[in-house]
C-alpha cells in the first residue's frame, strides 16, 4: 500500500535510511561486527578471484561493491552483466566464487548464468530481495537485502541495500582474513551516518523538485558524470533518469568526455558532475569547466568536505567506499521529480516490466 504517497517509488526512496538501520539490526552485532554464515566465509575464503553478476540496477551495484570488495579483503573482484557472461565466459581464475545481485531473484539473464556456473561446480551466493526466489534456490548461499517489497519498477532502495549488504559482507570477508583495512572500517557507525545523511536529503525533496524543473525537464538529453565510485553512480543516475523521464541520459566517465562525447554538449545540455572522492574531485572540477565553456547547464553532486559555495547539492561527509549510498539518493529524485513533471506514470514506465523473466 503506497498510503499518502502518489507513487511507489518516492515511498520507496523515502524508505532508505529504514532500510539502512534494517541491515544494520539484521547484520551486525552489538559491537558492529558482522553477523555472517561462516560456511559462507570459509567458501569465500577459498577463492582467488570474486566474480559479481548482475543486470541494470543490481550491476550497477556491484560495481560499487566490487570496489570495497578489492579494498577490504584484497581478493581481485570483477563485475560482468549478467546477458553477456553468459555467453561470453572470460578466461577464468581458478577459484572462483560468484556473487549473484538480483533484486527479484528471477531475472532469466542472470539466471542463466548460475545454470552454467553450477555445472561447472562453483561457489554462489545470491543477494537477493525475495526469499526463496529462484536464485536465492539455485544458489548455495543467500543473503537477504531486507529492504522490504519493492513496487515501483525503477529499483532504488534496492540499490542502496545491496550495496549496504556487499559492505557487510565485504567487512565479513576482510576480519575472517584479518586483513587490517577491514578491521579499521567501522560500518555500524557509517551505516548510521549513512542513514542520517539519507534522512536529509529525502528531506531536500523541495530543491530537488526545483532543480528537476528548471534543468531536466525541457532537454531531450543529458550527461551524469564523474570518476572510479562517481563514475559507477553517475551510469544508476543516469539509468533512473532515463528509465522514468525518458530524457537520453548517460553516465560517462568524466576523463572520456573529451575523447569524443563532449561533441554533444551544447547551450543547456544539462550535466550533471558527482564528485566525492579526494584523488579525483579536482580533476572532474576540470571536466565540468570543459562543459560549462560549452555552454552546458551544470548540476553539482558533492560531499561535504569538498564542497564550494555554488554547488547544487551538499552530501554529508561518510567513509569513501560507502558515498554512493548518499550521492545515488538525489540522482533518485531527479529522475523522479521530472517524471512527474512531465505528468508520466512514475512508477510503470513504458516497455518496462519489474522482474524480466526472458532472455
Ligand atoms: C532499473 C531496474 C532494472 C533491474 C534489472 C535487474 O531500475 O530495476 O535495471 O535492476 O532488471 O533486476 P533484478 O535486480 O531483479 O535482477
Do not use: C
Amino acid at each position: 500500500d503506497k498510503g499518502t504517497y502518489p507513487f511507489y517509488m518516492l515511498k520507496e526512496v523515502d524508505e532508505q535510511p529504514a532500510v539502512m538501520r534494517k541491515i544494520v539490526q539484521n547484520y551486525l552485532n552489538e559491537d558492529g561486527d558482522p553477523v555472517v554464515d561462516s560456511q559462507l566465509l570459509e567458501s569465500i575464503k577459498e577463492a582467488d578471484r570474486i566474480y559479481i553478476i548482475g543486470a541494470g540496477t543490481s550491476y550497477h551495484a556491484g560495481l560499487v561493491g566490487a570496489k570495497m570488495f578489492e579494498q577490504l579483503t584484497n581478493i581481485p573482484t570483477e563485475v560482468h552483466i549478467s546477458s553477456e557472461f553468459a555467453y561470453e565466459q572470460p578466461i577464468m581464475s581458478k577459484k572462483p566464487f560468484f556473487i549473484f545481485l538480483t533484486q527479484s531473484g528471477e531475472t532469466a539473464d542472470s539466471r542463466e548464468v548460475l545454470v552454467n556456473v553450477k555445472k561447472q561446480g562453483w561457489p554462489s551466493l545470491t543477494i537477493t530481495n525475495v526469499p526463496k526466489s529462484t536464485l536465492s534456490r539455485e544458489a548455495d548461499y543467500t543473503m537477504l537485502l531486507h529492504a522490504g517489497p519493492e513496487i515501483a519498477v525503477a529499483s532504488t532502495k534496492a540499490y542502496t541495500a545491496q550495496v549496504a549488504v556487499e559492505a557487510v559482507l565485504a567487512k565479513a570477508i576482510g576480519e575472517y582474513l584479518k586483513h587490517p583495512r577491514a578491521a579499521e572500517f567501522d560500518l555500524k557507525h557509517q551505516l548510521g551516518l549513512v542513514a542520517v545523511g539519507m534522512q536529509a536529503l529525502v528531506d531536500s525533496k523541495e530543491k530537488l523538485e526545483s532543480v528537476a524543473s528548471r534543468y531536466l525537464s525541457k532537454p531531450r538529453n543529458a550527461f551524469y558524470i564523474g570518476r572510479g565510485t562517481d563514475w559507477s553512480v553517475a551510469l544508476e543516475s543516469a539509468l533512473k533518469l532515463k528509465e522514468i523521464s525518458y530524457v537520453q541520459a548517460e553516465g560517462f566517465a568524466s576523463g572520456e568526455l573529451k575523447h569524443g562525447t563532449i561533441a554533444l554538449i551544447e547551450s543547456q545540455t544539462p550535466v550533471i558532475g558527482i564528485i566525492t572522492q579526494d584523488r579525483t574531485a579536482g580533476l572532474t572540477r576540470s571536466n565540468l569547466q570543459e562543459v560549462i565553456s560549452r555552454g552546458a547547464s551544470v548540476i553539482t553532486i558533492v560531499t561535504k568536505h569538498l564542497a564550494q559555495t555554488d554547488d547544487t547539492i551538499v552530501l554529508p561527509d561518510v567513509d569513501p567506499l560507502l558515498t554512493p549510498l548518499l550521492s545515488v539518493v538525489p540522482a533518485q529524485l531527479l529522475a523522479y521529480y521530472t517524471s512527474l513533471g512531465k505528468g508520466l506514470d512514475v512508477d510503470k514506465p513504458r516497455n518496462l516490466a519489474k522482474s524480466v523473466t526472458v532472455q
